[in-house]
């Protein structure tokens, strides 16, 4: 939140009114039961089970609210779209470990609905800035993980040596949040939703390069429909 109320300032962005400060408070609101609802049913469920579901999901739901609200966009987009669809649930496949665990679908199901509401509540912020709307949200979403670790007395102190990578993650995560607004507010929602819900093809790549994980086989045919949904979607973006 301080750094983008930083680069907000520094880029002269005024923080967001009325409509925008709506949409900006629901969208925090609903990003932080997003992420908190993934961690909660990739710990208690199956991951070959949650991961995919809550992509699919989340990816669908701005994609039926763009098509609605904003019409089609041509054929090779379209393909494109149901391609990047199917690669999301081919790389975020995991094995089952058969070891009796819950599948975690409720979480998922939950995971899924609340980013795909904060996808579509980002699409109605206006062009006025990109990180002002993130100030607000990163402010809605302390006050609500701050009122859950209080009710539900959670441990919330970190060990000091883990602080700068937590610091890290958090600027990375509001910088890929500020290039989603700035990619909605240039272009179509349903395709910036779309290319954005393929982020877990960098996690599999960087697994196999960091942590020399091995490819499946779902992973490989993701991945390769990875690459040809963005050839199919630029292309038909290209005249947009």
Same mark, same amino acid.
């Given at each position: 939140m301080?750094?983008?109320? +930083?680069?907000? *300032?520094?880029?002269? $962005?005024?923080? =967001? !009114?009325?409509?925008?400060?709506?949409?900006?408070m @629901?969208?925090?609101?609903?990003?932080? *039961?997003?992420?908190?609802? %993934?961690?909660?049913?990739? +710990?208690?469920? #199956?991951?070959?089970v949650?991961a995919? &579901?809550?992509?699919?999901?989340?990816?669908v739901?701005?994609?039926?609210?763009?098509? +609605?609200? $904003?019409?089609?966009?041509?054929?090779?987009?379209?393909?494109? *779209? @149901?391609?990047?669809?199917?690669?999301?649930?081919?790389? &975020?496949?995991? /094995?089952?470990?058969g070891?009796?665990r819950?599948?975690?679908?409720r979480? +998922?199901?939950t995971?899924?609905?609340?980013?795909?509401?904060?996808?579509?509540?980002?699409? !109605?912020?206006? /062009?006025?800035?990109?990180?002002?709307p993130?100030?607000?949200?990163? %402010?809605?979403?302390?006050?609500v %993980?701050?009122?859950?670790?209080?009710t539900?007395?959670q441990?919330?102190?970190? $060990? #000091?040596?883990i602080? /700068?990578k937590?610091?890290?993650?958090?600027?990375?995560?509001?910088?890929?949040?500020?290039?989603?607004?700035l990619?909605?507010?240039?272009?179509?929602?349903? *395709?910036?939703?779309?290319?954005?819900?393929?982020? =877990?093809?960098?996690?599999?790549?960087?697994?196999?390069?960091?942590l020399?994980?091995?490819?499946?086989?779902?992973?490989?045919v993701?991945?390769?429909?990875?690459?040809? @949904?963005?050839?199919?979607i630029?292309?038909?973006?290209? &005249?947009?």
């Amino acid at each position: 939140m301080v750094a983008a109320l +930083a680069i907000a *300032i520094a880029r002269h $962005e005024p923080l =967001p !009114q009325g409509q925008d400060l709506l949409w900006s408070m @629901a969208a925090g609101v609903a990003g932080v *039961i997003g992420v908190t609802s %993934l961690y909660r049913g990739l +710990a208690v469920g #199956r991951m070959g089970v949650v991961a995919p &579901t809550t992509g699919l999901v989340g990816a669908v739901i701005p994609v039926v609210v763009g098509f +609605a609200t $904003e019409g089609l966009p041509p054929t090779s987009a379209i393909l494109g *779209i @149901a391609l990047a669809l199917v690669a999301v649930v081919l790389v &975020t496949r995991a /094995p089952g470990h058969g070891d009796g665990r819950p599948s975690g679908i409720r979480w +998922a199901l939950t995971a899924g609905v609340a980013i795909g509401v904060f996808n579509v509540g980002v699409g !109605q912020i206006s /062009p006025a800035g990109a990180f002002g709307p993130l100030v607000v949200m990163r %402010l809605v979403q302390i006050m609500v %993980l701050g009122a859950l670790i209080v009710t539900w007395r959670q441990p919330y102190r970190m $060990e #000091r040596a883990i602080v /700068p990578k937590v610091a890290g993650i958090g600027l990375l995560d509001m910088a890929g949040n500020a290039c989603f607004i700035l990619a909605t507010q240039t272009g179509m929602l349903a *395709i910036a939703a779309v290319l954005s819900s393929l982020y =877990p093809v960098m996690t599999v790549l960087l697994a196999v390069a960091l942590l020399r994980e091995r490819f499946s086989r779902s992973h490989v045919v993701g991945i390769v429909l990875t690459g040809v @949904a963005i050839v199919l979607i630029a292309a038909g973006t290209a &005249t947009l």
